[in-house]
């Protein structure tokens, strides 16, 4: 069959134009977007069919950027320093300049939350490599782009409240360079969740080379021992979470009461989280979560225990009252 003749037989198919793609009805995933920023465009949208990067942009075809997720409640953004001081070190380990527009970061945050008009939302910062070409050069992209994205925050009460399961990932855990780099090329992560859901499970746990806890495709992971001792991964094969940084502070207000006797990193054989107290799961978009299953080994009671609901208590009162963490939106 020659292209000619498969051009002759074939349904035609459009040429667009751009009144075609932008009068396009809504997608219903669409709901969830507030707005974006973009420095490609040099300014905010709230049209999700606005919002756009080119698919030259390395980031698109090569997954050559790095990217953040902050949350903002009640019109305060909730640990910003600490978000952007890691974004800087993921981009600097990459070797990707930051955009011109860093030095106004705080700024563009601001004002594209201000537009999406939602004091309870995601902010999803993105550092590409920007547009350039089609290669694997990193030097064919002139300069580093920057985009903002604001989403609602999906509900966990049903998993908050209930608790969630997990299995073993069988997918390979990334090398311990890549492991602290907030890269956007999540393939292995990507693995991870469908696992998960094969499995009718909420989350996968990757193991390291060695059998030890690593880390969940988003989630960061905590046990407590038959002895209360809150225990979390080591750093040098996992993602430096900052829920989970924070958490590991807040845990000493437990040890100081004596719901725990102490909290601290280390080594973990799965054998040890199947006999543990309890697990959590921690993460920037629904902070602490209970684990009551793990590869269908039923953890403690097989409800959401003590320390679990003392973390979120201490870890909900520092989303809404610490000062020192909380950037406000807002002038009220």
Same mark, same amino acid.
């Given at each position: 069959?020659?292209?000619?003749?498969?051009?002759?037989?074939?349904?035609?198919?459009?040429?667009?134009?751009?009144?075609?793609?932008?009068?396009?009805?809504?997608?219903?995933?669409? @709901? !969830?977007?507030?707005?974006? *920023?973009?420095?490609?465009?040099?300014?905010?949208?709230?049209?999700?069919?606005?919002?756009?990067?080119?698919?030259?942009?390395?980031?698109?075809?090569?997954? &050559?950027? $790095?990217?953040?997720?902050?949350?903002?409640?009640? +019109?305060?953004? *909730?640990?910003?320093?600490?978000?952007?001081?890691?974004?800087?070190?993921?981009?600097?380990?990459?070797?990707?300049?930051?955009?011109?527009?860093?030095?106004?970061?705080?700024?563009?945050?601001?004002? #594209?939350?201000?537009? +999406?008009?939602?004091?309870?939302?995601?902010?999803?910062?993105?550092?590409?490599?920007?547009?350039?070409?089609?290669?694997?050069?990193?030097?064919?992209?002139?300069?580093?782009?920057?985009? $903002?994205?604001?989403?609602?925050?999906? @509900?966990?009460?049903?998993?908050?409240?209930? +608790?969630?399961?997990?299995? /073993?990932?069988?997918?390979?855990?990334?090398?311990?360079?890549?492991? !602290?780099?907030?890269?956007?090329?999540?393939?292995?992560?990507?693995?991870?969740? =469908?696992?998960?859901?094969?499995?009718?499970?909420?989350?996968?746990?990757?193991?390291?080379? =060695?059998?030890?806890?690593?880390?969940?495709?988003?989630?960061?992971?905590?046990?407590?021992?038959?002895?209360?001792?809150?225990?979390?991964?080591?750093? &040098?094969?996992?993602? %430096?979470?900052? /829920?989970?940084?924070?958490?590991?502070?807040?845990? *000493?207000?437990?040890?100081?009461?004596?719901?725990?006797?102490?909290?601290?990193?280390?080594?973990?054989?799965?054998?040890?989280?199947?006999?543990?107290?309890?697990?959590?799961?921690?993460?920037?978009?629904?902070?602490?979560?209970?684990?009551?299953?793990?590869?269908?080994?039923?953890?403690?009671?097989?409800?959401?225990?003590?320390? *679990?609901?003392?973390?979120?208590?201490?870890?909900?009162?520092?989303? %809404?009252?610490?000062?020192?963490?909380? #950037?406000?939106?807002?002038?009220?």
């Amino acid at each position: 069959m020659t292209l000619n003749h498969v051009d002759r037989t074939m349904t035609n198919i459009k040429l667009l134009r751009k009144e075609d793609i932008f009068t396009q009805d809504p997608k219903p995933w669409h @709901s !969830n977007y507030l707005s974006m *920023y973009s420095s490609v465009l040099g300014g905010v949208v709230k049209d999700p069919l606005l919002m756009t990067i080119p698919i030259d942009d390395h980031m698109v075809h090569r997954g &050559d950027g $790095v990217f953040e997720v902050i949350k903002c409640k009640e +019109g305060k953004i *909730y640990q910003l320093d600490n978000h952007l001081e890691r974004l800087k070190k993921s981009a600097a380990s990459i070797f990707l300049a930051l955009p011109k527009c860093w030095k106004d970061i705080k700024i563009i945050i601001n004002q #594209t939350i201000r537009y +999406g008009e939602e004091r309870n939302c995601l902010i999803r910062l993105f550092i590409s490599r920007g547009p350039g070409g089609f290669t694997i050069d990193p030097l064919e992209c002139p300069e580093s782009q920057l985009y $903002v994205v604001t989403t609602k925050i999906p @509900s966990y009460a049903e998993k908050t409240k209930k +608790g969630v399961s997990i299995i /073993t990932s069988s997918v390979p855990i990334k090398p311990s360079y890549f492991a !602290n780099i907030k890269s956007c090329n999540y393939l292995p992560n990507v693995l991870m969740k =469908r696992e998960a859901i094969a499995a009718s499970v909420d989350y996968s746990i990757a193991l390291d080379e =060695r059998g030890f806890l690593a880390e969940g495709s988003t989630e960061s992971i905590g046990i407590v021992s038959k002895d209360l001792i809150l225990k979390f991964p080591k750093f &040098d094969r996992v993602l %430096r979470g900052i /829920t989970l940084s924070r958490v590991y502070d807040l845990a *000493y207000d437990l040890v100081r009461k004596g719901t725990l006797n102490e909290v601290l990193f280390c080594d973990i054989k799965k054998e040890e989280a199947y006999d543990s107290r309890e697990i959590i799961l921690l993460g920037t978009t629904f902070d602490i979560l209970p684990v009551i299953q793990f590869d269908g080994h039923k953890i403690g009671n097989g409800t959401p225990g003590k320390v *679990y609901k003392g973390l979120r208590t201490l870890l909900d009162k520092d989303l %809404r009252c610490n000062d020192q963490l909380l #950037t406000p939106v807002w002038d009220d």
